[in-house]
């Protein structure tokens, strides 16, 4: 089943597989570590069973995720970022074991019987599984219940090898791309300690990192903090980013802060997979999507998209695809023959008196004022006119609030008409979850609304 990937690996030796602080693993020393896991699985009678792998990406997490595939179970792979919904996603997987690669190294039996449909249709077929969960940033967490050997099969053709910093984790659509992408070709994964900018250019300078897959918003963090200035990033020769629109404004900065570098929008989701992507350009938030084994199309403005690799179904959500295999994937996009811009969720987007405003529009502008590190725009109701423009702030330096509002609507007056100039403000120390991608829903602040 996963056999291809294991030879390939086991011919490496010891060439580097995954790389951590001072510690540097080769390939051999991981395929003996999935060949332990794999007797352990094997001794204790665990094959299509839903298992918990819980911790951050290591030698060992990789190793247990590999070989419970190999055994045909389903995996449910939780990382820090995940701790404070553990138990809300525990019983929406069902999880019937857990692994704690790292703290433990055990093998405990969760007490738990999983019976659910889309779990009995992968023991019918002889398949590992994937369980991921949504970020939940704007609604309610999803399981989505993947075919994990479909899902890796784009990974059998082979393509250019990176030293690649692990940035998203492996309970994330893009970790998992990542990972497999980089061990398929035998390239090597780079944890940093700690996911700070500063932590982050640590281990580029340390270990030569040539790719570096990330969010918008960990690439405003990251200017902001002059990190990048501190440290030598030189080997950096591409840069992807995902998860959440990119504001042109930081596009930009992040162009003239690494001019040799190579940027890539991608585009992905949990109940898909990462699709192919090729930007129109280095200052272009056009892009072209699609590859082998998707087909898309656009539907009043927004994108669907067939996928060979899509999951099976949610655990906890009725089935999402159309009758002819399409899924709607909320995004309104822009088109221009055969390129996309990503505008943002179409559930996201604010309806004031019946005009329709997408909150990246709006950032993008609040974004190039003095004094603001970042912003997200939400819905607030309003009994006349439906919705309301509402804006959280990060500052830099504190500023009145009232003194705020008045030079942030002259700042907006010739930039945005004024039913999206945002009609109230509040201010926060940090607007971004544990994957470093905005929040929407219900944002934290601090203060009154200005």
Not at 36 to 57: L, P
Not at 253 to 262: M, N
């Amino acid at each position: 089943m996963f056999d291809w990937l294991l030879q390939g690996m086991a011919a490496a030796g010891d060439r580097a597989a995954l790389a951590s602080n001072a510690a540097v693993h080769g390939y051999g020393a991981l395929v003996d570590r999935i060949s332990a896991w794999s007797a352990r699985f094997a001794d204790a009678g665990i094959a299509g069973r839903v298992i918990a792998i819980e911790g951050d990406c290591s030698l060992d997490t990789v190793a247990s995720f590999i070989a419970a595939a190999i055994a045909r179970n389903i995996v449910v792979p939780m990382s820090a970022a995940s701790e404070p919904h553990r138990e809300e996603f525990l019983r929406l997987a069902e999880v019937e074991y857990h692994v704690r690669p790292d703290s433990s190294g055990t093998i405990e039996s969760a007490g738990c019987i999983a019976s659910h449909g889309l779990y009995e249709r992968l023991r019918g077929s002889s398949s590992a599984g994937l369980v991921l969960f949504s970020s939940g940033t704007s609604g309610a967490h999803k399981a989505a219940v993947h075919d994990l050997v479909k899902l890796l099969e784009k990974f059998r053709v082979t393509r250019h090898t990176y030293r690649t910093l692990l940035f998203l984790q492996l309970d994330h659509i893009g970790g998992i791309n990542t990972l497999f992408y980089t061990l398929a070709n035998l390239g090597t994964i780079v944890t940093s300690d700690g996911r700070l900018p500063r932590n982050v250019c640590e281990a580029i300078e340390r270990h030569r990192v040539q790719l570096l897959p990330t969010s918008p918003t960990f690439l405003n963090l990251l200017l902001l903090s002059e990190e990048h200035l501190r440290h030598d990033l030189s080997s950096l020769e591409l840069m992807t980013y995902g998860t959440e629109p990119m504001p042109e404004l930081t596009l930009q900065r992040v162009r003239t802060a690494f001019p040799a570098v190579r940027l890539l929008q991608t585009y992905g989701l949990s109940e898909l997979g990462i699709l192919r992507s090729q930007s129109r350009g280095p200052d272009s938030l056009w892009i072209r999507v699609g590859g082998e084994g998707f087909q898309t199309k656009v539907v009043d403005g927004r994108l669907f998209i067939k996928a060979q690799s899509a999951m099976l179904g949610y655990l906890n959500a009725p089935s999402p695809f159309d009758a002819d295999g399409y899924f709607d994937t909320g995004d309104a996009v822009e088109q221009d023959g055969e390129w996309l811009r990503i505008l943002g969720r179409q559930s996201e987007m604010i309806n004031v008196g019946g005009s329709k405003v997408f909150p990246s529009e709006v950032e993008n502008v609040l974004l190039a004022m003095e004094n603001v590190e970042d912003a997200v725009v939400h819905p607030e109701p309003h009994p006349l006119i439906g919705q309301i423009v509402v804006a959280t702030i990060k500052l830099a330096l504190p500023e009145d609030p009232v003194a705020f509002k008045t030079r942030m609507r002259l700042f907006c007056k010739s930039r945005l008409s004024a039913y999206k100039t945002p009609a109230k403000v509040r201010f926060a120390e940090s607007l971004h979850s544990a994957r470093f991608k905005k929040i929407r829903k219900h944002p934290e602040h601090r203060g009154a609304g200005a």
